[in-house]
């Protein structure tokens, strides 16, 4: 089998088929024939036999660019693994553990007592994620009138497993409770595959108990899609606008209409997530602007958008314009249109664009969107929230710059006030976060987890910086970070980044001169600072050159630079009030 | 036909230059107590049977599954 038929698997050919291409799979890895553009090392731990999934993982996995390497534990082995700190798991040190297990008593306290223990030990024993299970509570006496105590008892067992844990940053939550309930129990358990194999699943549930495990893994490695690019014409409503007119489309509470009325509030969910929207559409650009302003039954208004691009040029242009104007890569991008033959066209000429195989009938649209992983994140922060609002205000920001006459009038009328301050408990999320994230203002592009970042904020040799910005139109959040490796001999400048959208507004030297009179302040005469240069951070190249460092080697990896701190002078600030 | 289908069934799972009835479990690469589930699980598919844990380990050769399926009334052919 090739690798062109492995990308076409869809997991309903059956586990045997998936198997044999998870073997190739392997193979490639082990002799590095392979080539995929992420990588991940986890390990799966459990009460029942985890080969069969382990297998549709490497798959799937495969078919994203994501190659997984897996421990897999003995079978029966879970206890012995997470309690023994010489185990094979703790040697092999993945980043992410599967904690699979079926709930062994009907009594609460002591399944909970049994799970809590070998979530310390994990904690203990181990520096990487542990991701642990609710039990499925499925009916063992659908027909029965007395109401299912095991059940009812379950159910508790869940809701405790997830008030516990969810909000441990290390903890990961696969609630399997519900994914069996989405499935269906009687289509997800299977005895028969119990009896012959210990997997309590079926086939046909594990392809899907897969795709929720590679959720893990993406957002874990903070791999999820930024944006979600649409198409207008029978993608948001039904009918061509440019044809039916506003009276003629159809968008509203009957049907036809009320698809397109579910498929947005889909939409609206994603984007009240922080993912950030725009429109690539073959239209007249005020034929689309007079729908969403004006149409009554609209969900998705101009506001929730963060680039419009509608006018009659090919999409893949257009998509390359809607990534430049928010700052983002292509490959960051999800596209979502009706028509097969413009899905064609993106996904021969931009590949790195997700786009999406929609069903013909429309009353699907919602559904096809919440059954992709690409968008999911490990945890919401509270600029994943107000993104829409901050692109929003970004694009009033644009039109204001346009209305000044200069780059000097424009910032100066900006009245922006810079924030810096050492990360307290509430920015580790979010510096974490800007280090998963920011892929071009970032010197070093080091990704940490949030486990990473709260060591350092404990350890007395890093310092963390965090940057906010607020000006005339609102917050833009924390939008700066910089990790500081601060020892008494000795400062370096591990990681150095700013979110792209206040790139040009002189907000970094504030951040620099702040860590450089930090350094002088504690007797440091010199500072050093690296540059890695990677295939999205060519914005930077220059940077340290460009706030007084100089060059110390010219290693192609890793450009080291340093800075004197003799008698240093702060610069001027002429555009910004720093407090 | 049974032989046709079994003979799709296996060269999609397994490396095998030629289909005879005398592949069994002990001479085809790959085909271990693992993959006889997913053998199973996918002639379950493919003749809509439903095939009991004491049938199944009994089916380890070409020539017995032929053998047992030509036994199954349901064996749609």
Redesign the interface.
Known sequence: MDWESFKKLKGD?????I??AA?AIQDALRQKTGKFKHQADIAFVSSYTT??LADYVQVFSAQNDLAVNQYIAPYGQFNQELLNPQSELYRTSPRITFLLIEAESDAIDEQMSHLGGLVDAFLKNSTGILVINTFPACPSWPLNVLPDQRRILIEKLNTGIIERYQSNPRIQILDLDALVAYFGCQNAMSP??M???RIPFS?AFLGMLARRIISHITATLGLARKCLVLDCDNTLWGGIIGEDGLDGIQIGHDSPGREYLEFQKAIIELYEQGVILAINSKNNYDDVMQVLNKHPQMLLREKHFASIIVNWEPKPQNMQKIAEQINIGVDSIVFIDDNPAERQMIRQLLPQVETLEMPADPSLFARTLRETGFFTRAYLTDEDKNRGHIYAAQRKREQFQQSCATLEDFLKSLEMVVSIRPAGKNDIKRAAQLTQRTNQFNLTTRRYTDADIAAMAQNPNWRIYVLGLKDKFGDNGTVGLALVEAKAKHWRIDTFLMSCRVIGRQVEDALIDRICRDAAKAGRTSISAEYIPTAKNNLVIGFWDKMGFEKENVDAKLVRYSRQLKNYQPPKFLYLKIV | MIKDRLET?FR???EIEQFTEDLSIDNVH?WDS??H??????LQ?EFAI?IP?VD?IELTSVSGIIKYLMNQRGASD
């Open positions: 050919e059956g586990w045997l088929v198997r044999r073997k080969d069969p028969q595959m009896s012959m194999a086939e | 069934i999609q799972s397994f790959g693992m993959a589930v997913g053998l199973i699980l996918a598919k439903s844990p199944a």
